[in-house]
């Protein structure tokens, strides 16, 4: 603390820090820490602080007992924890850590006093620690010194001040009149100043300059400021943001919540403007529920200011340059956001209400899919602002409460991203990703947590994510207290160090500046906000259901509560800005443009005959992607290979990892392509193609099984490069991260990311396949569902390691059983290849197919380095994906078993000992399991001339693997055989658990399948 002076008006400053420090040791800088552990006593002895630490005496801390130890340093900011610099790029802003000193000591010139600027102390030094020790000891007697008197009282009372005005801050929205339904506040103790020693009395309010407490609210005193403070805060919007770490986020929110420069008076017109939206939204749900009584619209009524808020959204990132606006919901309100968010006509939504469908991809669809409830269904459309145009997408979801939430993050990210070369360039400004959550799924829900977790990761971020929660205060039939721990639903949101701001939603100005703030801050820092709604809901759950059976009393209450549109009207009257006959021409025009919008849609549903119903699973077999070209030339190839072993000069690999490199190039030229090449090669010839390809899952980098090193990492200085971002033919971007420790979340992401980026590769892969089903829910209602429901599919490439090798339940199985399941009107593609050019030709051909469709793939473990998985230059250069291959020595004339498998029981088959003696056995193998290749297996059953058995042979139990899905496709090929009539199993009998957890049960298990199988005997 050199260089200060206890006495004086600074006592408030210290006072504030020992306020802080005493809450949060962490949060005070070091050498104050160090003022505080040290010199308790010292500090103690001035009467301004006395005061201040006594009420907390009880509280261990070095101020009142100096022997416990110093707290543990602050974790690192990110800053410090950011990626490596790449090699080849100036280091980014940002990107280097930040000096901790320095940007502590900033505050402590912004926090200080202006008109007696404190000095920021020093560093931490051995030779500055003692120096403020000697400066407060070695004080000269008082009357001895230049400075005034000090104050007690004054003092005191500044100390007391400084509490207050952070308790305000901090605390003040607990004392907010949010609620609607006119709840009382549950308040505070530290917001009342009569309740401190010395409580703060007119008097010394009046005494006391606001300045010295650095406010951002106007007033001399703090006697002007207190109640400015008590409206900014604690009105019917409040704000939580003391929360957050990062020094300039606070102090800037802090300045702009204060300053109130988001929160002016709105001009006459914006009123009214605002009132007319609130007249059409509520005219929209009145209408609804009287024309079609009991049919579901999951009303948005006691939110209806949700929509005047997408509308300022849409307004204020229009005017920031943004393109798009990527919207995701849930059911409540969504039928109000397509009309006025999104701007679907009236007619088309009532359509639907009429019983017809309206909804042109599934109509022109020539498979025919389900469709989906008319809450669930996408929309676009262009809305004009004062900024000009702008496209809004109102993502479809399913009922899955919030499961639709990192879908946008992944389709937002892909509209911000320039695919064009490189790793991708990123531009936030371009789109905005808006969530609007429900009270009970947003504090419930485990995805809400992995995708605020995505924010402010390199590979994941949109540049802050606007987070809507219409909180009506109850969950279907759950209240709050049955829902969540947390006092409010938005809690989590403070643990990602996220601006929480709560209002009002019968106060359309405060949710209009609430959304103005939350956007400027997002443009300022590039973090998401959360906004918490709060409101409540007028009717049930949906128009069927009766809330006073379990809500009796708020059902009561809200039943004499006006709308909010009729709430502001008479605000809007009684303040002079419209007269009563404005107000009911805007609601009595609201309700007209429904009804005659109901009128034309009745005339012409009368006129044109139904549209027939999609037809079912087209006659002629699902496309099979044979005719792509997936041949890359050996040249072509050895080029890449050899830009792909390139780095920059003075770049130093791991030599161990350098030598594994370098076999690459023996291995163009003398065979032994294994996987990790294959995959380099085939991503490198598409890249030159133009495709572009995104990679990522949990350390994908490098790959689970050290395979892959696509990101090369300086030994010596820790610097990356990535060889397949700078090839100098590429003509299209190459993303690659390795991904948090989610699959719902992630898989969410990038198929959101895959559907708007059509032409893209992205692939997702799991640590195990067996932790895919953590993303269950994106597979089930997104992946394998999305083109039947919305028409919407991709080629999102699913690579999920598979294969029994004694590790135990958990690391075996990709449950490939349930991707089987899923296929049905040629919706995904599921391959198992066994060699790495079978997997180069898939890679290639799924990127190149004309016909997008998601693709799961059964990737190896132990086969990515085996031999005889490996391939040579030519059959990359040569050949093609075979979705069979055929036994390659088999002797036809001899040949009366056909044993067909897939997947990696193939190398345990012909590596057996009875193989070699097995002659009259074929070994086949199935790498495309859906589409089913029927006539190609059909074409192998009939090479073999003399068969009378068909085995197949998986290592999966007998309920789980391809079995159960595949073998009415096999009997149909035996059939079709001469001596055959049924196909036969071998594999591990019925499991509840895929597979053994001891390495002996495992090989004698596996043993016994392939011994059956080559043998026939048990
Ligand atoms: C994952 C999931 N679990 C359960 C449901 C069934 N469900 C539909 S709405 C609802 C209540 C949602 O409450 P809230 O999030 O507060 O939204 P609100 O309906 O109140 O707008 C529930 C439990 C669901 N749709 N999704
Ligand atoms: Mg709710």
């Not at 809450?375 to 409460?401: F, K, M």
Request: aromatic share 6%; proline share 8%; with cysteine.
């Amino acid at each position: 603390m050199p260089g200060h002076e206890l006495n004086g008006l600074n006592v408030a400053y210290v006072a504030q820090l020992l306020e802080d420090y005493l809450d949060a040791p962490a949060s005070v800088p070091r050498e104050w820490r160090d003022v505080f552990e040290r010199d308790g006593d010292v500090l103690l002895a001035l009467p301004g602080l006395r005061r201040l630490a006594e009420p907390q005496a009880p509280r261990p801390g070095p101020v009142v007992a100096r022997a416990t130890p110093a707290p543990p340093a602050p974790p690192a900011p990110p800053s410090q924890r950011a990626r490596p610099d790449r090699v080849d790029e100036p280091p980014r802003p940002g990107a280097s850590p930040m000096p901790v000193v320095p940007a502590v000591a900033a505050e402590v010139v912004v926090e200080a006093a202006p008109s007696t600027p404190a000095p920021a102390p020093a560093p931490a030094s051995a030779g500055a620690t003692a120096a403020p020790a000697q400066v407060v000891r070695a004080a000269p007697p008082t009357e001895e010194r230049h400075v005034s008197e000090p104050d007690d009282e004054l003092l005191g009372a500044i100390a007391a001040a400084a509490r207050l005005v952070k308790a305000y801050r901090t605390h003040g929205h607990l004392a907010a009149r949010l609620d609607p339904l006119g709840s009382e506040p549950i308040g505070d103790p530290a917001l009342d100043e009569t309740r401190f020693n010395p409580a703060l009395t007119p008097e010394l309010l009046e005494r006391i300059p606001a300045r010295l407490l650095n406010l951002s609210v106007e007033g001399e005193t703090l006697k002007d400021a207190l109640p400015r403070l008590r409206d900014v805060y604690t009105g019917t919007i409040a704000y939580e943001v003391e929360h957050i770490s990062d020094y300039a986020e606070r102090m800037w929110l802090r300045q702009a919540i204060e300053s109130g420069r988001f929160r002016r008076p709105l001009p006459a017109e914006e009123r009214s403007a605002l009132l007319a939206r609130l007249s059409q939204v509520e005219g929209f749900e009145q209408y609804l529920r009287r024309a079609f009584l009991g049919q579901k619209q999951f009303s948005l009524e006691g939110l209806d200011v949700l929509i005047l808020m997408i509308d300022e959204a849409v307004e204020c990132v229009a005017a920031s340059g943004a393109h798009q606006v990527v919207i995701g919901m849930a059911h409540r309100g969504r039928l109000n956001a397509l009309a006025h968010a999104v701007g679907r006509s009236y007619e088309s939504i009532l359509r639907e209400f009429e019983g017809e469908r309206s909804y042109d991809a599934l109509v022109v669809d020539p498979e025919g899919g389900t469709g989906d409830v008319k809450y669930h269904l996408p929309a676009s459309g262009t809305r004009a602002t004062r900024a000009g145009e702008i496209d809004v997408a109102l993502i479809p979801n399913p009922s899955h409460l919030e499961a639709v939430d990192p879908v946008v993050e992944g389709r937002a990210r892909a509209e911000q991203t320039d695919r064009s070369g490189g790793p991708g360039l990123h531009d936030p400004t371009v789109a905005l990703p808006l969530l609007i959550h429900g009270d009970a799924s947003f504090a419930g829900q485990g995805i809400v947590a992995e995708t605020l977790n995505l924010q402010g990761l390199d590979g994941y971020t949109t540049g802050g994510t606007l987070h809507l929660i219409g909180n009506n205060q109850v969950g279907f039939t759950t209240d709050p207290f049955e829902g969540r721990s947390t006092r409010y639903c938005s809690d989590l949101a403070k643990g990602f160090d996220v601006p929480i701001i709560h209002v009002n939603a019968d106060d359309p100005e405060a949710a209009i500046s609430a959304v103005r703030l939350a956007l400027a801050f997002r443009e300022e820092f590039g973090d998401d906000v959360v906004i918490d709604l709060v409101g409540y809901r007028r009717f049930g759950h949906n128009e069927q259901d009766e809330a006073s059976y379990t809500q009796p009393l708020q059902v009561a209450r809200i039943e004499s509560q006006p709308t909010v549109r009729q709430r502001y009207a008479g605000q809007l009257v009684q303040e002079g800005v419209l007269a009563q006959d404005e107000v009911e021409a805007m609601e009595t025009s609201a309700t007209e443009s429904l009804r005659e919008a109901h009128e034309r849609l009745r005339a012409a549903i009368a006129e044109a005959p139904p549209v027939p119903p999609p037809a079912g699973e087209p006659a002629g077999g699902p496309p099979t992607g044979d005719a792509v070209i997936t041949a890359v030339s050996g040249d072509r190839l050895r080029a890449l290979n050899e830009e792909l072993l390139r780095v920059p000069p003075g770049f130093a690999v791991n030599p161990k990892l350098a030598r594994q490199l370098e076999r690459r190039n023996d291995a163009m030229e003398q065979g032994g392509i294994d996987w990790g090449q294959a995959e380099a090669l085939a991503f490198a010839s598409l890249l030159e193609d133009g495709i572009p390809i995104r990679l990522t899952g949990q350390d994908t980098e490098r790959g689970t099984f050290s395979h892959r090193h696509l990101v090369l990492h300086d030994h010596r200085t820790g610097g990356i490069f990535a060889p397949i971002q700078h090839l100098a033919g590429a003509n299209a971007s190459f993303e690659v991260f390795n991904s948090p420790l989610s699959e719902f979340a992630v898989l969410g992401f990038e198929y959101g990311y895959s559907v708007a980026a059509p032409d893209a590769l992205v692939l997702w892969e799991a640590q195990f396949g067996d932790f895919a089903n953590s993303a269950q829910v994106v597979i089930d209602q997104f992946i394998t569902a999305g083109r039947s429901k919305w028409g919407q599919t991709s080629r999102l490439t699913l690579l999920l390691p598979h294969g029994y090798e004694g590790n135990g339940p958990e690391h075996s199985s990709a449950r490939l059983e349930r991707f089987l399941q899923l296929g049905a009107q040629d919706n995904i593609r599921i391959a198992s290849p066994t060699t790495a050019a079978q997997y180069f030709h898939l890679l290639r051909r799924q990127a190149l197919d004309a016909t997008a469709r998601p693709l799961v793939v059964m990737t190896p473990k132990g086969l990515l380095r085996l031999r005889h998985a490996a391939s040579s230059l030519e059959e990359l250069a040569d050949d093609s994906f075979r979705m069979v291959l055929d036994d390659p020595s088999a002797d036809r004339e001899r040949v009366r078993r056909l044993v067909l498998c897939s997947g990696k029981v193939y190398y345990d088959l012909v590596g057996h000992d009875e193989r070699a003696g097995a002659h009259a056995v074929a070994i086949a193998r199935l790498e495309q399991l859906y589409p089913f290749p029927v006539d190609a297996v059909a074409a192998l059953v009939a090479s073999y001339p003399h068969l009378d058995d068909i085995v197949w042979a998986q290592e999966e139990p007998q309920n789980m693997g391809p079995w159960r899905s595949i073998r009415h496709r096999l009997d149909d090929a035996a059939r079709s055989s001469f001596g055959v009539s049924a196909s036969r199993y071998v594999g591990r009998p019925w499991r509840a658990s895929p597979s053994e957890g001891y390495p002996t049960a495992h090989q004698r298990e596996q043993d016994r399948i392939v011994r059956t199988a080559l043998t026939g005997a048990d």
